[in-house]
């Protein structure tokens, strides 16, 4: 997987992403952008990681063909290959590991590979921040979630202090935050990040992510994967901290666009930790335009039976096709997963266990998108135009959901509730009862989406400056 050695004034990124799916996919996606723009990279993963890469995509060797001045290198994340806790909910475990001992093999890489500037995943906090002051050269945090997540993050001190945090239990959920610059009596407290609540469902700690999203100030400078038609006035409050801020998304979008004059037959990328059932697509072939409600929770979301059960009969009460992404590790119990295979095929719907989503969703028959709001999901429907129901898990995906319904008016969301009834109506108010009202959002959202990142646009426009500081300040 080694490269040429490289040329000496040009200058060489090292990526290192939080080794999580949607994590991996965005920050892939800027490493391709960057290695297109003659820059050397060298993309970090976690030995686990870069395992599962070489397993579920069989084109990674094409991957680096495609681009000489790629390399991927790993770096262990200290747990055995028994005990490991995986990239889903305790993903918390391999990022304390990686900040607690992961500092003297990053200054290996950085030596050896003669590294000029790096780009961390801003989840890492102060990881790389010592590092890159030591060698002098530059430090740019990358944070995969919206822009609105990540200010509520930066705001949760505020809230702490003017007592609208914490949540005082169920019947406080409804209540409206207000200390939020920019995005004012938008949130609820049932809006917030998953990990505000009392009774969490996640393992993360509200102190943690308050502090690592404030190590960010002290990067040179900060990326983010949205627009400035999308999140204009969030973007604005995040400036006031973050001087330089590159907004340079949708970066699958720019990157299909990008390829698509240069590398025409493969421009959807692939980095996938499951093995991906292309059966769907000449399924989908054969369904009737905008007919079809695609479901899919991410790569993590865990589901109960009951949610399972009450999620499909939503589905089959609503009469409308659908395709439904049901990871191999998501239903437990034995035999639940094929009595939904067998009840569905009679349905006309289909179950599959991972699927090119990027193509998936720019599919003619694809009506909806029935979604757990992940940042990657959220933007990969916007760029192509599709209504969203959202059913969020955790984390940044409560802001995301309450944005896509309230704010850009994409569809509607289910937030706390789990209910076949729910499920039906709304399948049935985005697809049918509303659907020229979701649609026309949808479109105008995915024009501006495409406008961004064509040249002139502002993602457009911000890639080019972000490639011209890499180059200016690389020793
Ligand atoms: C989580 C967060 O919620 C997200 O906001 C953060 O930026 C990263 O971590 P995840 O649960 O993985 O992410 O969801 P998402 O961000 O939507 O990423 C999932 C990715 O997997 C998407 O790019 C999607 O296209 C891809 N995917 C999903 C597939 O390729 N096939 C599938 O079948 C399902």
Not at 67 to 76: G, M, N
Request: charge should be neutral.
């Amino acid at each position: 997987m080694e490269t040429q050695p490289k040329e000496k004034s040009s200058p060489h990124v090292l990526i290192f992403p939080c080794p999580a799916q949607g994590h991996v996919n965005s920050m892939l996606k800027l490493a391709e952008l960057l290695a297109i723009q003659n820059i050397y990279i060298t993309f970090l993963n976690t030995k686990y990681i870069h395992n599962r890469l070489i397993q579920f995509n069989d084109d990674i060797q094409a991957l680096l063909e495609c681009y000489p001045k790629l390399q991927f290198k790993t770096i262990s994340d200290f747990h055995s290959e028994e005990k490991h806790p995986g990239f889903g909910e305790r993903i918390g475990d391999v990022i304390t590991s990686l900040s607690l001992y992961g500092k003297p093999l990053l200054k290996d890489i950085i030596v050896s590979e003669k590294i000029s500037c790096i780009i961390l995943d801003g989840i890492f906090g102060d990881l790389a921040t010592d590092l890159a002051a030591e060698f002098g050269i530059q430090l740019i945090h990358f944070r995969t979630i919206s822009s609105c997540c990540f200010w509520a993050y930066f705001c949760v001190p505020k809230l702490l202090e003017c007592n609208e945090l914490p949540i005082r239990g169920d019947e406080d959920m409804d209540r409206i935050i207000t200390n939020i610059p920019g995005m004012e009596n938008i949130l609820r407290c049932r809006d917030l990040p998953s990990f505000c609540r009392e009774n969490k469902k996640d393992h993360i700690r509200l102190d943690d992510v308050a502090l690592r999203t404030k190590q960010s100030l002290k990067a040179n400078a900060f990326i983010l994967n949205t627009f400035e038609d999308l999140e204009a006035s969030v973007l604005s409050q995040i400036r006031i901290h973050f001087p330089k801020l590159y907004t340079i998304g949708p970066l699958h979008h720019l990157l299909n666009t990008t390829k698509k004059s240069s590398f025409p037959s493969s421009f959807f990328s692939k980095s996938n930790f499951f093995k991906v059932d292309r059966t769907c697509m000449a399924w989908l072939d054969s369904q009737p335009l905008k007919s079809v409600i695609y479901v899919s929770f991410g790569s993590t979301t865990p589901m109960k039976r009951e949610e399972i059960i009450e999620i499909w009969h939503g589905l089959l009460n609503s009469k409308k096709q659908f395709l439904w992404v049901i990871r191999p590790n998501m239903v437990q119990e034995k035999g639940l997963l094929s009595e939904l295979e067998e009840g569905t095929r009679k349905e006309k719907g289909l179950i599959v266990g991972w699927v090119p989503q990027e193509e998936v969703l720019s599919h003619k028959a694809i009506g909806a998108f029935l979604t757990h709001n992940g940042w990657n999901s959220t933007l990969e429907s916007v760029v192509c135009g599709v209504p969203m129901i959202c059913w969020p898990y955790f984390a940044d995906q409560q802001i995301n959901s309450r944005f896509v319904s309230d704010v850009w008016k994409l569809g509607l969301d289910m937030k706390d509730v789990c209910d076949r009834k729910v499920v039906e109506n709304m399948v049935n108010d985005v697809m049918v009862n509303r659907k020229e009202e979701f649609v026309r959002s949808a479109m105008d959202i995915a024009k501006l989406a495409s406008k961004s990142v064509s040249p002139g646009g502002s993602s457009y426009n911000n890639f080019q400056d972000l490639i011209q500081y890499i180059r200016s300040t690389s020793p």
